[in-house]
């Protein structure tokens, strides 16, 4: 056969598949009557009343030398860890802006950090394939870097997001780019169990993040590039709960509401989404209109408020969008305010009383935004 035949099939067999996506969209349509923003309306709901004196930049932490990838909260809301390209993790004060810890990793390039429950330990992963744990208390080397006590090696890619489950020190959930994700026990270091692989119902493509469910630490959601998110329960890892469509690009963010019965997801197709964790229904698409030369900003991490009333998605182009959840509606652009960050939000989290939120872009700075004046935490 030749170039030309085979050219030909593809675009034929592309033109099948995209017909067949169409029809599978137009019969959800059918089967969804409402979405949660029309039905809002017809109650005579409104967005919530937002504005840039609400929530306001309080610190800038600086240190990184390359582009801030990851960052995460201790519980008790006054630590954060950043993970940058420049291949070190910093722990920061969140209440003085100081580094209390500065730590080269074993790979240069690192996608993701996260703190223990109890915040004594940071694990990391990257390039490498393998996800760090480093132990804060540890006596630091000649070099003032606090060497990695547990190594978690068996993933065939690379380690995109890692998460404890919430009140246990020594399991933690990991993605991959071999299309998996990882059940791991910290402290022999042993794999637990894999999420998808040789399984039929995994993921197609390259795990891009994990979200633990807090309501139910035995379930946790996972985005990617397969444009999906999956439900998965730790006791079964030979097959997805569910699958949710819906995304037509890379799925590189997802967070639980705060109810556990909802999630969120982030995707290179511009747009948010929130799903029924039981039903698989789709309950509201949060998007923009197209910017100039019909580019749509990607987005690259999302949080939700403790009440779940408010969604901030951190996009490619330095936007940073508080949507009001329920009405779909954006109240407040972080990317257009005078502190805002120069370059990609490419990561965010919110401290765990919802009073203060932290971004993390590639302009090399994390901010921390604090609700100002009369604003009550929502």
Known sequence: MSVAELKERHVAATATVNALRERLKQKRQLLLDTDVATYARSHGKTAISFSPTDLVCCRTLQGHTGKVYSLDWTQERNRIVSASQDGRFIVWNALTSQKTHATKLPCAYVMTCAFSPNGQSVACGGLDSACSIFNLNSQVDRDGNIPASR????????????????????HLITSSGDQTCGLWDVTTGQRISVFGG?????????????SVN????????SGSCDATARLWDT??????????????????????????????????????????????????????QPGEN???????????????????????????????????EVVLNLGSLQNSHEGTISCLGLSSDGSALCT???????????FGGHREVI
């Open 214 to 221: 807090t309501s139910n630490s035995r379930m946790f959601v």
């Open 360 to 370: 993390g872009s590639y302009d090399k700075k994390l901010k921390i935004w604090a």
């Open 294 to 328: 019909d580019e749509v900003p990607s987005v690259k991490s999302i949080a939700f408020s403790i009440s779940g009333r408010l969604l901030f998605a951190g996009y490619s182009n330095g936007d940073c969008f508080v949507w009001d959840t329920l009405m779909a």
């Open 235 to 288: 006791r079964i890892a030979s097959r997805a709960v569910r699958t949710y469509y819906g995304h037509s690009g890379d799925v590189n963010t997802v967070k639980f509401f705060p109810d556990g019965q909802r999630f969120g997801t982030g995707s290179d197709d511009g747009t948010c989404r929130l799903f029924d964790m039981r039903t698989g229904h789709q309950l509201q698409i949060y998007s923009q």
């Open 151 to 170: 190594m978690l090696t068996g993933h065939k890619g690379y380690v995109s997001c890692c998460q404890y489950i919430p009140d246990e020190e020594s």
């Open 198 to 210: 040789e399984f039929p119902s995994g993921h197609t493509s390259d795990v891009l993040s994990v």
